[in-house]
Structure formats: C-alpha cells, structure tokens
C-alpha cells in the first residue's frame, strides 16, 4: 500500500530522483556529504562523479559559510578553506551548470541562510532548480519561516526540503517536520555538531522511535557516522545515513580525489 | 502602516522588531531555545524571582547606579549633562544586571552549567562572577586572539572559577566565540544554559536581555523625576556594539517620542577605512547567532570581521531591536572613531575625573556631534570604567601626549 501510494505521487511529479532512489533501492541508502571547492576549487564535479562511479546513492553538496554553526571542526575547517579556495554560490552555480550530463544521482545542497539571503532567495532556488538540484537542506530555516515565507517558494521551484530532528525532538514536532519535509527526514544521531565525539552512533530506541511513527519520508540518519560499523548499524533500522566528517577527513590530504573516494566508499559499503 | 500601535520595546511572538529578529537556529537548539521562549517571562515576572533580582540588584551589584550631574563636562557643551554610572556596578560595568538575571533564570530552570562568550572579557566576568556567587560551573568561550589581548580579564575569569575555552575558529575573536558557545549547547541539550551577553541571538534572548537590562533606564526615570523635575531627558546617549547597554538606557524611553535616542557605532580606523564596525552604515540585513538583523559581511554573504579599538563593539552585528530602531528612525545613529574616542575618553577623566571604558567613550563623542539648547537635560549612558583600557590609554599619552 505504502509503495502504491509512492508510486503514485511519483508519477504525479514526474521526477523527483530523490523519490525514486527511495523507491528503488529501498533500502540502505547512502549519502556522502561532501563541502563545494574542497579539496580545491575544482574539485566539486569530480568529487560528485567519484562518489556516483563507487556506490553513494545521493549527494549532498554543502556550500561554505563564514559561520557553520551546526558543523563541527573538521566540516568548519573544509569550509574555511573552500571559502579562501574561492568558492561562493555564483562560482558553484557556474561549476554546476552542465553537471547534469555526467552525475545521474539526486543532489540536495545544504547550507546556512545568509549567503542564500545575500544570493536572492528565490533567484537561488530558480538557479538550483535550473542546473538540475533536487532538495535543499537549510538547517538554520526555522519552520515558521519556511511555512509563511520560504517553503512556497521552494515549492514553487519543485525543489524537495528536508527538516532535521534530534532526539531530544518531541514526537509531534516530529510529526509536523515530517510533514512539511519532502524527499526524506535528516535524524541526526544524537544532540551534537556534526563529527560530533558521542560515541554511540545513534540509538536503537530514537531510531526504532522514528521507524514506529511510519513517518510519510524515508529516515536518513546522520552524525556521527563514519564507517561500514556505524552505517550497517543505523541501516538495520533507519532507510539509510548520511556521511560527512568521516569523508571530509579522508580527502584531507588527498593528492588523488577519485582514488580517495573509491577507498572510502569501498571501507563503508565493502 | 501600523494600525495598532505597536511598542518598539517588545517584539512580536516570533521574536521580531520589525523585520529583525525571529530564531533562526538549527533543530539542535530548538527544545533549550523553545523551554527559554515559553517560560521566560513567566518566570521572571515570578514574585520570588523579583525579590531575589532585586535584592542582588541591590545588595551585590550595588544599584541603583547614580544619575550623576557633570557640571564642568555641561559647561563644555552648554547643555545639562548626566552621567548614568554604570561603571560603578560590580565587575566595573552594566554586564552584570544581565548575568545575574540569568543565573537565576538558569537555576530555575534547573541547569547546572552555565556557558558564555566574551569578547573584551567582561560579560565572561560578569557571568563567572554569577556562578561563583551560586556555585555554577562554568565555561567562558574566548577568541584566541582576545586572550592575548585581554589577559587581565581572563586571569580574572579563572580566580573566579571559570574554564575559559579558546575559540580558534575563523577569525578568532568575537564572532566566533559566540559561534563555539552556541555549539558547546548544541552538544550539551539537557543541563546547560547559555548566557548570551548582548541584545542578540534567537528569540527570546534580544528580549530577554533588553529586559533585564532595563533596570538601566528605569532607575534614569525616577532619578531624572528627581533633580529635574521631570521623568524625560531631551537625549539618552549611548554606545552599540550588540547593543545591550543601549538597550536598557533605551528601553523606558522608547514610546516616548519628545525623548531623542542617540546611538554611537564605533568607526574604527573611519568608516570606509575597511576597519570599522559601524554596522549600520556599512551593514546589510543578513542572519547570524540566530537572528535576523543588520549584518557587516561580503556580497556572498561571508561575514565581515570588523575593527574597533574597543574589543566591547568589536561585533560584526547588532541587536536586532537596534536594526529596528534604526530603520524606524526611532533612534538616531552615529559613530565614533577610535582616536575620536580616546579623545573623549581623555575629556572625560581630565573634566569629572572619571576614567570610562573605551566602549563609553564612543557615547561620550555624541557630545561634539550634536547642537544643544542650554536647556536640553542629556543622559549619556557611561556603560563601564576603564581599567580595563589602560593599555590603549597607555599607548596613547605615549603616542599623542593626551
């Protein structure tokens, strides 16, 4: 019944790659974060195609910020050096103008407010919607201000949004989040930046929590995941997880991108 | 516009002054940021919370400050010249009304770690020094760059009890401390409150703040009412970096047009010099610590990192009342540079031997810029006293034989 029904709202947008991995896979999905201009400059597209050629399931692309409040050091460090590499959203835009002839996954960008106030609001989704972007992830947009100001307008532009919700996230504003999420909902593990130290991943009781609700968006899991342990653990329960820190540290000082990629990924999936 | 009039005090239930303000924080903070926006008020209007704050207030911090009369600075400027003594507040400055009004927010709401940024030192001291007095532990995020800068403050901090944490993110100062203490609470939900020391951050901090604060202006009212005969100066100046003392001098007076509100931005090295933190001037609307408001950053939306000799306005944003009050008109901005400030700093103490915190100083340019009638009463807002400084004072009679 579940599945009819996504199958039908999947016809009905006539594509939403994001719906459709969730469809087809199913299960176990994997999303590799990964910080626009980092490494270098040029690295976004290649990046992007290591991560399709060796097994991520969706991308998600962040865009630097000056002051990433929910992202710990290693993820403020990539930004940081992104940011002095030169990366803004127009130069990300320009790098993403074709991309869409060589990256076939769903890519969801995520980011703070401020530079995409600065960038135009509404021109930024139209620019995101235009190169073939699927979601955004806006951590520091505030359900309030989605619902009366923002969410028409990225609705608008058929992009999906996804809400995030902690553990310590009651269960009706759970509820509500879900509702206003489309594509998937981001968990995150436990109450901390991202890479964040607590060493448990996520709990069981939070992740079986989330499944119990059988929520309208699939569940991806994320912070602090950061191996083929964490991810298998989350997978028995929640649809998938989402990568960052652990991959941003991979590619550190990495004079090759693909092969770094391709190690990585095979050390979580392998 | 406004068919009903609206008070510039309060902002609206999701925290804006107009289009500033609202809480813009991730979903980490939502359930701390949420307990804070549905019980402040209840609490703090609580009769037992009154007494407590009023008494520390009083006893402890030693309020109310004087409305002093300075009688050879009002000569100078031909003009009836008060200065509202909130240097000689414990800790040597306004911060402290603010920490001890949320320290006993923060017991009630039964958190048992208390943390902080800081920037020249001050509010850090002030919220060490709270939690000394109630036995809280607590933790002081600090630019790297500061600690260097400020060390007598930060030997303060630790004879208090204090962890003081460097923030070595970015720019290292200000901005990024405040960035470090709101991750410290992203990481620590359930016992942690977080004192904010200025009018910013989400909803209902700016409130909050200004809040408690106020105490500032009110105290100004009755004494006013008292050696003038009237509740109502002409002007009420003060200094804005965040802006939580200009808050306070503000707050009673703000629906009270006949009162002219002056707010001094600090210029830096001069406005366009690329070395200025005058916000207003060289800021656009733009999000940061959670709230929306005039921002000083690139056309990328990056955040700019401003300049002041005064490490107190060294912010690149404002409160978002401020950014209100200023898109209103409601209050007059203006800005002082750094030497302007010395200057002024210098008049202060040669005139009513008073040495004010280079934050003060800047309100105490205002005087220079603005025509009086010989009438007009003035209530400059002296936020802090100037052991602090010394070394800029220092670096100055060196440099300038002031």
């Keep these: 019944m579940f599945v009819k029904l996504l199958i039908i709202e999947y016809l009905l947008q006539k594509m939403s790659r994001l719906k459709d991995i969730f469809l087809t896979k199913r299960k176990s999905i994997l999303n590799i974060y990964c910080t626009a201009g980092y490494p270098h400059l040029e690295s976004t597209l290649e990046v992007m195609k290591a991560l399709q050629d060796n097994g991520a399931d969706i991308i998600e692309l962040g865009m630097p910020y000056s002051d990433p409040l929910a992202d710990g050091p290693v993820i403020q460090h990539s930004s940081s050096l992104a940011l002095a590499n030169g990366m803004t959203i127009k130069k990300l835009f320009e790098q993403l103008k074709s991309f869409r002839s060589e990256v076939s996954l769903p890519v969801v960008l995520m980011g703070y407010m401020n530079p995409v106030l600065q960038y135009g609001f509404e021109k930024f989704c139209a620019d995101a919607a235009a190169v073939g972007i699927d979601g955004l992830i806006l951590p520091d947009l505030p359900e309030y201000e989605f619902e009366t100001e923002y969410g028409p307008i990225i609705k608008k532009y058929n992009l999906d949004f996804v809400f995030l919700v902690t553990p310590e996230t009651s269960e009706e504003r759970v509820r509500k989040l879900d509702n206003l999420s489309t594509g998937f909902l981001y968990a995150v593990s436990s109450s901390s930046t991202t890479g964040g130290g607590n060493s448990k991943a996520a709990s069981e009781e939070y992740l079986l929590k989330l499944k119990g609700m059988e929520l309208k968006n699939p569940v991806l899991v994320g912070f602090g995941i950061k191996d083929k342990a964490s991810f298998d653990a989350v997978c028995r329960i929640a649809d998938g997880a989402i990568i960052g820190t652990a991959f941003i540290k991979s590619l550190e000082n990495s004079t090759d991108v693909n092969a770094s990629t391709k190690t990585f990924l095979s050390s979580v999936l392998g | ?402």
């Design chain 2, 1 to 402: 516009m406004e068919k009903e009039k609206q008070s510039y005090a309060s902002p609206d239930e999701q925290g804006y002054y107009g289009q500033f303000g609202g809480a813009y924080i991730p979903e980490m903070l939502h359930q701390n940021v949420e307990e804070l926006r549905t019980k402040y008020l209840e609490i703090i209007y609580e009769e037992s919370f009154q007494q407590e704050f009023q008494y520390l207030l009083q006893d402890y911090v030693g309020r109310p400050t004087p409305l002093y009369f300075a009688e050879r600075l009002s000569n100078r400027y031909k003009a009836n010249i008060f200065l509202k003594r909130e240097d000689l507040c414990h800790t040597g400055a306004h911060k402290i009304n603010n920490t001890i009004g949320q320290i006993l927010l923060a017991q009630r709401l039964g958190k048992k770690r208390i943390i902080a940024e800081t920037g020249a030192g001050q509010h850090g001291v002030a919220t060490a020094t709270v939690c000394a007095l109630k036995g809280l532990e607590c933790i002081v995020y600090m630019g790297e760059k500061d600690i260097e800068r400020q060390a007598p403050n930060v030997a303060r901090m630790k004879m208090l009890g204090a962890t003081v944490i460097p923030a070595t993110s970015g720019s290292k100062t200000l901005k990024d401390a405040t960035n470090e203490a709101i991750r410290d609470w992203i990481n620590n939900p359930n016992d942690t409150h977080y004192i904010i020391g200025s009018v910013v951050g989400p909803h209902p901090y700016p409130d909050m703040v200004a809040r408690f604060q106020s105490v500032i202006s009110e105290e100004m009212r009755n004494q006013l009412l008292e050696k003038t005969g009237s509740e109502l100066p002409n002007y009420v100046i003060a200094c804005v970096g965040g802006g939580s003392n200009a808050a306070g001098a503000f707050y009673h007076f703000l629906d009270e047009p006949s009162v002219k509100l002056i707010a001094v931005e600090a210029a830096g090295e001069g406005v366009n010099s690329g070395k200025s933190a005058a916000t207003t001037q060289l800021g656009t609307t733009g999000i940061l610590h959670g709230s929306k408001s005039l921002l000083m950053q690139t056309e990328d939306g990056q955040v700019v990192e401003p300049h002041s000799i005064s490490a107190g306005l060294d912010y690149p944003g404002i409160g978002p009342l401020h950014a209100h009050l200023f898109e209103s008109g409601r209050a007059t901005f203006m800005s002082a540079t750094d030497k302007k400030a010395l200057t002024a700093a210098f008049e202060l103490a040669k005139f009513e031997g008073i040495i004010p915190a280079l934050e003060s100083a800047h309100a105490l340019h205002a005087l220079r810029m603005i025509n009086f009638n010989k009438n007009d009463v003035v209530v400059i807002c002296l936020s802090g006293r100037g052991d602090k400084d010394l070394a800029a004072y220092m670096m100055a009679m060196m440099n300038n034989n002031q």
